[in-house]
């Protein structure tokens, strides 16, 4: 059976064979030191194009987070799910599913680590994605 | 930052809205036609004087619906330009009117916008965006990450959010164009059903259909087109920015809660008015919290202070910063085309002293800040 691919190749760079481990991925500005979570061409707070990869890694905190009871069309998770606003060490924010945690002991602050996990395609109302799972950054409390 | 040159003072001469809600017999035109021929007469002017004209809308019902709109009032050959900004399409219509009547290139404008937004949480990105997989494209899942947030900092409670709903139905109970009429109680808002936590349903503005028109003109015009000066309201400033660096990047517009400062900064600027000036307010509460980041980001209270504002009935009708006087998005609800002037259109309504029952007490300078998907914002301020 074969893995599925990351969700979006220039945010999250897939580094075993099984598709379980991963670090998030983004640019560096060479001129003014800032980090730029995913895809970027020129640095978003100087506009400088000297920009070189940069590993994001794997850990965070939470800076803030939700519990969705009504989803957006098409979620292909479970109802409800918890999404997490969650700040890098090297300063972007990151969205994404939180995991394995009880709602109770969700708490703005708590340290976080990047969990990976195969999502079926979302049931587009429109066009559409081709049908295929991809592997999804999501956040589980560190050491889960 | 630009520095912004207007040349000749702008004043707004005819407002028109056509009533928001559903609208299952009648299509976006025949909305926006309404709002438009109300506008006209408002303003005593007829299609055929208007030389420019500028629709904001963002759902996809056919191309050049701006032209198709407006070729049922006379085929006059006038430029017609069709304008997406998200939720500030709408305002961003209104600013392209100003800005092309100010620099000199046309005496007066038509700015219009009409939407029939579908039902079911609002998404941005595409069906095949990234978004989709991750889950983090929810707009009142993005308000709710900010309540969580400001919350938190601020020690504001959650029955704080909820008298902004309590205050918007309450207005809107005045308004005879509101989507939502009825009012209700502080526990009617917490109880009802839970969408994003801290935000329920009634902390959110319902998707909705409606139409909102102004007609614009040069002061030093108005005497060639036979228009009454004396209703006029003037136009001190016309702001439209998009996202600035905030320090931590974004992979989603939730990100910038205190966005419109940059906007509301150069728009006090551009007016010579600062804070203190202003009468009465309608800023972009899409869900309550955005009312609360909004009225902070205009330094109306300092940050952090807009919730005690708003416990203490500071931002009520009779209070001294009245905020979203008609019912705001909230009860109003949200046709993203529309919202935008539909401020621009309470705005003249209160500044000519003919908001009826909902009057302010004092109302000379008023604020219309509306926000939108790519940390769009717009920031008006009119004078009468
Ligand atoms: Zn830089």
Known sequence: MSVPESVDPRRLRITNEAGTEGTLIGFRCRECGVSVFGPATFCQACTSFELEAADLGRVGTLFSYTIVRIPPAGWPGAVPYVLGQVELPDGPQVLAEVIDCEHSALAIGMPVELAIEAVGAPAASGGGSGGADKLVYKWRPAGA | ?384
């Open chain 2, 1 to 384: 930052m630009a520095r912004l040159r207007p040349g000749r003072e702008v004043v707004v001469v005819g407002v028109g809205l056509h009533p928001f809600g559903r609208f299952p017999g009648k299509d976006l035109s025949e909305l926006a036609l309404e709002a438009v021929v109300e506008s006209l007469k408002d303003a005593g002017v007829r299609w055929r004087d208007i030389p420019i004209a500028y629709f904001g809308h963002v759902y996809y019902q056919g191309m050049s619906l701006g032209e198709t709109t407006l070729s049922k009032l006379g085929l006059t050959g006038v430029p017609i330009v069709n304008v997406e900004n998200a939720c500030s399409s709408g305002s961003t219509a209104f600013w392209q009117a100003y800005w092309g009547i100010t620099t000199g290139m046309y005496d007066m404008a038509l700015a219009f916008g009409a939407e029939k937004v579908p039902r079911g949480p609002v998404t941005v990105t595409p069906d095949d965006a990234p978004e989709r997989y991750i889950g983090g494209d929810h707009m009142m899942a993005g308000y709710a990450l900010r309540a969580r947030r400001y919350m938190e900092e601020t020690g504001a409670p959650v029955t704080a959010l909820a008298q902004i709903s309590v205050k918007a139905r309450q207005n809107a109970a005045l308004n005879p164009y509101a989507h939502r009429k009825d009012t209700y109680s502080l526990e009617e808002v917490l109880q009802s059903r839970l969408v994003a936590d801290p935000l329920t349903l009634y902390q959110c503005c319902p998707t909705s259909e409606g139409a909102a028109a102004a007609v614009l003109c040069a002061r030093d015009a108005l005497r060639g087109y036979g228009i009454d000066a004396s209703r006029a309201v003037s136009v001190a400033a016309a702001v439209l920015t998009s996202g600035e660096y905030n320090g931590r990047g974004a992979d989603h517009s939730a990100f910038s809660p205190y966005r419109t400062e940059p906007a509301a900064l150069q728009a006090y600027e551009m007016s010579g008015l600062g804070p203190e000036d202003v009468d009465l307010c309608q800023v972009h509460d899409a869900a309550t919290i955005g009312e609360l980041q909004q009225i902070e980001s205009l330094h109306l209270t300092p940050f952090g202070e807009a919730w005690q504002a708003t416990v203490e009935g500071r931002t009520a009708l009779t209070g001294d910063i009245p905020v979203n006087t008609d019912g705001g998005l909230l009860a109003m609800g949200h046709p993203f085309g529309a919202s935008g002037i539909r401020m621009i259109h309470e705005t003249v309504t209160q500044l000519r002293q003919e908001a009826g029952p909902r009057q302010v007490a004092r109302a000379r300078v008023g604020v219309a800040q509306c926000s939108g998907a790519g940390d769009v914002t717009t920031v008006h301020i009119l004078k009468k």
